[in-house]
């Protein structure tokens, strides 16, 4: 039987919350990060039908340039490590863009897997998740 080593790692959901009051929010984008891999990814889906649908008035514009903020390898600052850019885009705010608590994942995966192996099987995942929880 082969030995399995775990890459484990953390994801959270961006989500458009247009009334703080009201609570009621939309998922726009998936972030997701590994500590071991020093990997990173943020996917942002607007669709503007389903927005607008359930929530008037809504200025995409400006919704797009908040979230285009979460996608940005500058900010807050570009020498941060990777699980501290994490840390600072997934805090909670109360905010039009908010974020849902961190969630964690394990990826069981052969002793030795190479980092390219690894960040296309955390690329894999993250695809999977995107299309189940945003879009």
Aim: aromatic share 8%.
């Amino acid at each position: 039987m082969m030995e399995k080593e775990k890459i484990i790692y953390e994801y959270c959901l961006l989500r458009y919350v247009p009334d703080i009051e009201r609570g009621e929010f939309l998922n726009v984008g998936l972030m997701m990060m590994s500590k071991r891999f020093r990997w990173m990814r943020c996917s942002l889906h607007l669709d503007d039908d389903r927005i607008q649908a359930g929530l008037r008035n809504v200025d995409m514009k400006r919704l797009a340039i908040q979230l285009d903020l979460f996608e940005r390898n500058d900010v807050p600052a570009k020498d941060l490590s990777v699980e501290e850019r994490y840390r600072w885009l997934a805090a909670v705010k109360s905010a039009v863009i908010q974020t849902s608590p961190s969630h964690p994942g394990i990826i069981p995966v052969p002793v030795g897997t190479s980092r390219p192996e690894a960040v296309s099987l955390l690329e894999e995942k993250f695809n999977s998740l995107f299309g189940r929880l945003v879009k």
